[in-house]
């Protein structure tokens, strides 16, 4: 219990704000720590977050040599699996206006889906 | 300007987030030396074309701006003038500054046109750039730019809440997607920013509100146009679910046809970029956006239905990031409320925008030209939401005429 009190609590907004304007700290050395990532060193899962972290270090250093994007890479085919969930699917139905697929919407979407 | 010492250049490192500072740096008029440009890089150190193309377009829409590199390229000094915008006298014709960008550039057009974007409020005279040449690439890109449909659709409406909005337009005139070996492209865009504004307004976009319609352009370059029907029908096929208001308009168009002389045919062309490609665009009640972009890779090989599906996934996931702004417009949006008058406005952000390279990148480097810093409180009401209060610094437009 102790283990799990200690961990931090990853995404609080509080930490990101103490973190972001000290210089010290590189923007994804923040990033990672804000995400919870960076303090899992000493656990029982050492070694898988250190895999984890080498594999950070080469896709930074890759990055790094990139330049800046927009458009996220994202991993699709993990993308399906999650969006085919209907757990998923129900939770985002909060953020659309109007998700009824019967009434006089049904009939728009048989109409277009003619052409 | 007037100023008997000039204050000490501002230094950064790194070939990263180079665009986000030169736009600060004219915007705040301050001088920056930018070194350690792919410094350690064998193969192609200093500046790639297009950040020398980024320059030159500064170069031609301001007036007295000074640009000096270092004999590797790797280290970039870069004194901001006045934004004039295409006034008359300044190199543009007509009141049209036409930018050519070389054939080796490997980005987008909208790595030029966002930057232009967020100076073009602040110019003297309204800003009119036609983008021609053989590195215009309109389709979103494998290096991560956005479509220019979504910088006309995601992007230009967001300047509307700054009290910015009239005759902003962006032309379209020819479609390119990205050249065979990821460079170059044939396409021709004119930007037209009519809109001067003293300081832009200072917003509260606090809800997002909920998403109403799905709008979205998929565009054939030189290929048959069932890619469209396919494209649309898998991106519908995913957000049908959720939105039944999605309609995507189809935009077919030949490829451009670009000379390429060789040694023994000097008039010979040919055609370039070549591709499909999708731009989704989700608008809230409350007049939020989020946009999702994906085209076919220069190599081929992927069909109409991945490309379609993988938009909208990439769709869903900005929705569900949530906050008023993508990771797409963060950027833009927050400089511009940095910019803004001396009040507090307020932004929510999802965490995972927040939580991006470039946005605390951002926060730091708005605070190194002297601009405020930003504050962070959690939003009560959607857990994975930050409210962002930034307050302007009152930078107004020095070359506009107060009215």
């Given at each position: ?35 919870g ?37 994202l ?13 998923n ?8 206006a ?18 | ?36 440009i ?11 074309p297009?950040?020398v ?9 301001t ?14 000094l ?21 930018h050519?960008?070389p ?44 479509s ?104 077919i ?15 010979a ?14 608008e ?23 490309i ?43 965490k ?6 470039q ?10 030209f002297g ?10 009401d ?8 930034i ?9 506009r005429?107060?009215?």
């Amino acid at each position: 219990a102790r283990a799990l009190h200690d961990r931090k609590q990853p995404y609080r907004v509080a930490d990101l704000a103490r973190m972001m304007y000290d210089d010290m700290l590189s923007t994804a050395d923040v990033l990672r720590a804000w995400r919870g990532e960076g303090e899992a060193h000493d656990t029982a899962t050492g070694e898988d977050n250190d895999d984890n972290d080498d594999l950070f270090q080469r896709k930074e250093s890759t990055d790094n040599d990139e330049e800046d994007r927009l458009v996220p890479r994202l991993d699709y085919s993990a993308l399906e699996t999650k969006w085919a969930e209907a757990d998923n699917i129900e939770a985002m139905r909060h953020r659309f206006a109007n998700t009824r697929l019967t009434g006089a919407n049904a009939e728009d979407v048989g109409d277009d889906d003619d052409e | 300007m007037a100023v008997p010492t000039a204050p000490p250049a501002l230094k950064f490192t790194g070939s990263k987030h180079l665009s986000q500072r030169l736009v600060l740096a004219t915007l705040t008029g301050k001088t920056v030396r930018i070194s350690q440009i792919r410094s350690s890089s064998h193969t192609s150190p200093g500046l790639a074309p297009h950040e020398v193309s980024l320059l030159r377009l500064l170069e031609a829409v301001t007036n007295g701006s000074h640009i000096e590199f270092s004999y590797t390229g790797t280290t970039v000094l870069y004194k901001p003038g006045l934004i004039t915008g295409s006034a008359a006298g300044y190199g543009a014709q007509g009141g049209v500054i036409r930018h050519e960008l070389p054939a080796d550039c490997r980005r987008g057009v909208s790595y030029f046109l966002i930057p232009l974007c967020l100076l073009a409020p602040f110019s003297k005279a309204p800003i009119n750039v036609l983008f021609t040449g053989p590195g215009v690439v309109t389709s979103s890109t494998e290096a991560g730019d956005v479509s220019a449909d979504t910088v006309r659709t995601a992007i230009l409406p967001l300047f509307r809440s700054f009290g910015i909005e009239n005759n902003l337009e962006l032309r379209i005139l020819r479609r390119s997607n990205i050249g065979r070996d990821g460079k170059g492209g044939g396409g021709e865009v004119q930007l037209v920013f009519g809109h001067q504004v003293r300081l832009p307004k200072t917003v509260h976009l606090m809800d997002a509100g909920r998403v109403k319609r799905i709008r979205g352009v998929a565009y054939s370059t030189g290929v048959a146009g069932a890619n469209n029907a396919r494209l649309i029908e898998a991106a519908r096929g995913v957000l049908n679910e959720f939105m039944p208001d999605t309609y995507i308009f189809s935009d077919i168009s030949p490829a451009p046809f670009v000379p390429a002389p060789t040694k023994e045919n000097p008039a010979a062309k040919r055609k370039i970029g070549l591709g499909f490609g999708l731009s989704l665009v989700a608008e809230t009640n409350t007049g939020a956006l989020y946009s999702a972009d994906v085209a076919s890779p220069p190599a081929g090989g992927e069909p109409p239905e991945d490309i379609g599906r993988k938009c909208a996934y990439q769709l869903l996931e900005a929705i569900e990031e949530g906050g008023y702004v993508s990771s797409v417009a963060a950027p833009t949006v927050l400089t511009l409320m940095a910019m803004g008058s001396e009040d507090v406005g307020r932004i929510t952000l999802g965490k995972a925008v927040l939580g991006l390279e470039q946005v605390v990148q951002l926060a730091r480097d708005l605070r190194t030209f002297g601009l405020s810093g930003w504050g962070l409180r959690e939003d009560e009401d959607e857990e994975n939401e930050v409210v962002l209060s930034i307050v302007g610094k009152g930078i107004s437009n020095v070359g506009r005429k107060i009215t």
